[in-house]
């Protein structure tokens, strides 16, 4: 049986501006926010890995954090955010998740022009903030740095979104497509009011 409990899911392509948009919501909505990649960067610092299939292995275990921190909440009956590029292989665990709690969604996916978002990837890429375990495939430790890998391209940035369904994910309930290609375009207004009304809803 659903209750007004609710999870507000941000996704969406690479570089799209999904931890902005979860950043910003968990400050103006007042709700705890959880971040894959975050979850990501702590074990890059403390385990590190020595190959791409070392770092497969670490996204695998900080999404089973990510759904375990998901079921906290929900044992608590406490409404938060997680962020994070779902794909179709993430929907399983996250349905069972929301049918055992009752759980309602909100999906807030993130997507543009693939070109201009892609170069906005590639300055996230070369930019010294971001964390050196995202941009390398081949070996990282907090002691050693990391082994410099090449930047995807244009092709295959396209190629990894559409074969892994990055932006038209949903498992249920309303969604809200944001075309993020120009921030300053965004109508933040309808975006809260829409979020409002979903939140608002009763069962």
């Not at 894959?36 to 299939?53: C, M, N």
Request: hydrophobic share 35%.
């Amino acid at each position: 049986m659903k209750n007004n409990d609710f999870v507000i899911l941000v996704t969406g392509i690479p570089a799209s501006g999904k931890s902005m948009l979860a950043e910003k919501l968990s400050t103006d909505l007042g709700l705890p926010w959880f971040s894959k990649d975050r979850i990501k960067e702590e074990l890059f610092d403390t385990i590190g890995f020595a190959s791409r299939e070392e770092k497969v292995r670490l996204g695998v275990a900080s999404t089973e954090v990510l759904y375990y921190l998901a079921e906290q909440m929900m044992q608590c009956g406490r409404s938060f955010i997680l962020e994070n590029n779902f794909e179709a292989a993430s929907g399983p665990g996250l349905v069972r998740l929301l049918e055992r709690y009752g759980y309602r969604t909100l999906t807030l996916r993130l997507t543009g022009d693939y070109a201009r978002i892609y170069e906005r990837f590639v300055q996230r890429e070369n930019s010294p903030s971001r964390h050196p375990g995202h941009v390398t495939n081949s070996h990282y430790s907090r002691e050693e740095g990391a082994a410099p890998s090449p930047t995807i391209t244009l092709e295959q940035y396209i190629a990894g979104i559409r074969a892994r369904e990055m932006d038209s994910f949903c498992i249920g309930g309303p969604a809200i497509t944001l075309d993020t290609t120009d921030f300053s375009r965004v109508d933040w207004d309808k975006l809260y009011q829409e979020i409002e009304k979903f939140v608002l809803e009763k069962f």
